[in-house]
């Protein structure tokens, strides 16, 4: 079993809608947490990252983390059609390198005009 | 200027040969990294160099071999290539301490 799980969508919603994504984790030693944004045949690029729970806000941008019930989550406002990607989750301890993050396999956004 | 790039975008070999997949970063960065996307979009970590020096080695297998010229270059060597090499291969970078991962664009490789 994967130590960060994510469901691979595709998730489609309307121009405008707010975009809502997912992930579980079952370390609890994770401490840090963010969100990759990967368009088709591009590399995954960091949207956002937080340490610890919380919420943490960049623009239409709401990453919220809960580790009591170990769930992380992102929240797109406004979602435009340049939204349209592959989504990525990833974990890790504070112990560890950058080298061990654990990532979710992705969820799909398609947001239509 | 693109910040952590690869060469080359695509591959396409026939089984049993050797090929190279080569990245650079102009981050500054002291820790570099070969990561192997396979069809399901999961990102599993093969190698991390800091400072010239391997770090990670997953369980992958010795056909891989990574070679670290100096920081700013991790080039992936593989020999032997078999179908199951066929995924799409990312190299990223960071700077040690708080600093997470950036990543190139990937190089594509189809194993015939």
């Known amino acids: 079993q994967k130590e960060v799980e994510q469901d691979p969508g595709p998730l489609s919603v309307p121009e405008g809608a707010i975009v809502s994504l997912n992930c579980t984790y079952s370390?609890?030693?994770?401490?840090?947490f963010m969100w990759y944004r990967q368009y088709s045949r591009k590399g995954p690029e960091l949207l956002m990252y937080?340490?610890?729970?919380g919420n943490k806000e960049d623009g239409r941008f709401t990453a919220q983390v809960d580790k009591s019930s170990k769930y992380i989550s992102l929240f797109i406002r406004d979602s435009q059609p340049s939204d349209s990607a592959t989504y990525l989750c990833?974990?890790?301890?504070?112990?560890?390198?950058?080298?061990?993050?654990?990532f979710g396999a992705g969820t799909q956004v398609v947001v239509t005009p | 200027d693109t910040a952590v790039s690869q060469t080359p975008k695509y591959l396409v070999t026939q089984m049993g040969n050797d090929k190279s997949i080569k990245c650079e970063q102009n981050?500054?960065?002291?820790?570099m990294y070969w990561y192997k996307q396979d069809s399901k979009k999961f990102l599993k970590i093969m190698f991390s160099?800091?400072?010239?020096?391997?770090?990670i080695n997953e369980t992958v297998p010795n056909r891989f071999s990574p070679k670290s010229p100096d920081k700013a270059h991790l080039n992936l060597h593989i020999n032997s290539l078999e179908l199951g090499d066929s995924a799409v291969y990312f190299c990223?970078?960071?700077?040690?301490?708080?600093?997470?991962?950036?990543f190139g664009n990937g190089t594509r490789l189809t194993v015939t």
């Open positions: 937080t340490y610890s729970s």
């Open positions: 990223a970078s960071s700077q040690s301490g708080d600093s997470p991962l950036h």
């Open positions: 981050l500054g960065h002291d820790t």
């Open positions: 160099y800091n400072n010239k020096e391997l770090i």
């Open positions: 370390n609890s030693a994770f401490q840090y």
């Open positions: 990833a974990a890790k301890p504070t112990t560890d390198s950058w080298g061990k993050l654990q």
